[in-house]
């Protein structure tokens, strides 16, 4: 049975189903999943479910039809999901996964994501933003399974921590010092939260140069940071020292307070640390290409090469960039 004629018994179904008028503009009010409109009224999925039930459909039949029923987009993803999650018609990929086997993908997505942005390519970037989404429906997805909660519940919860988070626009408060009113608010939730230092709450799984920065403003807050870029500075100088002279089994330990002190200078003239690196990656994979292009323009194996030879290729590189 095609949607349509679903939609006709939807529409003769209405007399024993309790509609009421759902309105997305006016106060807030909970629903369960909309799956199609008749008549001007929003039709649910569970409404739907309800009265099949009563007519005393099969739970085979109920399945095979609520795929036909889901109008919106996002509804269908939450119902392709779920059919992916069922442990009788599923795919045995997804029914196996658990919250920690998923979390590499959701992270490698968002990388995947600021690559398409990278590079520009808006095509890339709505699949890639798909991908990211699949991520948020399966996380939710076992979440409901467990009875913990729902992507409806994701969903609102986004949707609350930016009204409160955005009193200027939804309340009455200036427009003035937003950023500054924006961190006292993240730091009243991490308070409701339960949180005892000023580092709570930043993320273990982020990159390191990443949290390595987010750490250091942290503390800046709370006042524990030089009063300018000079005494960051002198601490790299310090470092690299104590690298010179560390014996093999300290050189992990020295090298890493090394880079976090050059993440402090960075961070103290206003740079994004991460960004700068991928920038400084990206320049050198450019320059490093060209020079293999060039020694092979000339029969040379680059490979070969010494190191002054292949010194010239990279200052050769560098002025075609000019």
């Known amino acids: 049975m095609g949607k349509n004629n679903l939609l006709k018994l939807t529409c003769s179904l209405l007399g024993c189903l309790s509609l009421g008028t759902a309105s997305f503009a006016g106060d807030l009010v909970e629903i369960n999943r909309v799956v199609a409109r008749v008549n001007d009224r929003i039709v649910t999925w569970g409404e739907i479910e309800r009265a099949m039930d009563r007519m005393n459909f099969t739970e085979e039949e109920k399945k095979r039809r609520s795929a036909d029923f889901v109008d919106g987009k996002i509804d269908r993803l939450l119902s392709i999901m779920a059919r992916l999650r069922d442990k009788d018609t599923g795919c045995d990929w997804d029914i196996a996964q658990d919250f920690a086997s998923i979390a590499p993908y959701t992270i490698e997505e968002a990388y995947e994501v600021a690559d398409a942005i990278e590079r520009n390519d808006m095509d890339d ?102 009063p300018d870029v000079n005494g960051p500075r002198a601490k790299v100088d310090e470092e690299m020292q104590e690298l010179d002279e560390a014996p093999e089994s300290e050189r992990l330990i020295e090298a890493g307070d090394l880079l976090f002190a050059a993440v402090n200078v960075v961070r103290r003239y206003g740079v994004d640390p991460e960004e700068a690196l991928r920038a400084a990656n990206a320049k050198f994979e450019k320059r490093f290409r060209t020079m293999e292009e060039q020694a092979a323009s000339k029969g040379e194996n680059f490979a070969s090469l010494s190191l002054d030879e292949q010194e010239a290729h990279w200052q050769e590189a560098k002025r075609k960039e000019r």
């Open 125 to 226: 970037l709505r699949g890639e933003l798909g991908d990211l989404l699949l991520q948020v429906v399966f996380h939710a997805r076992m979440a409901e399974e467990a009875g913990l909660f729902s992507f409806e519940d994701v969903a609102a919860s986004i949707s609350d921590k930016m009204i409160t988070r955005h009193p200027h626009v939804f309340a009455d408060e200036p427009q003035t010092g937003q950023k500054a009113r924006w961190e006292e608010l993240k730091e009243a939730e991490r308070a409701e939260k339960g949180a005892t230092s000023a580092l709570d709450g930043v993320a273990q799984a982020l990159p390191a140069l990443m949290r390595a920065e987010k750490l250091q403003k942290r503390a800046a807050r709370v006042g524990f940071d030089w």
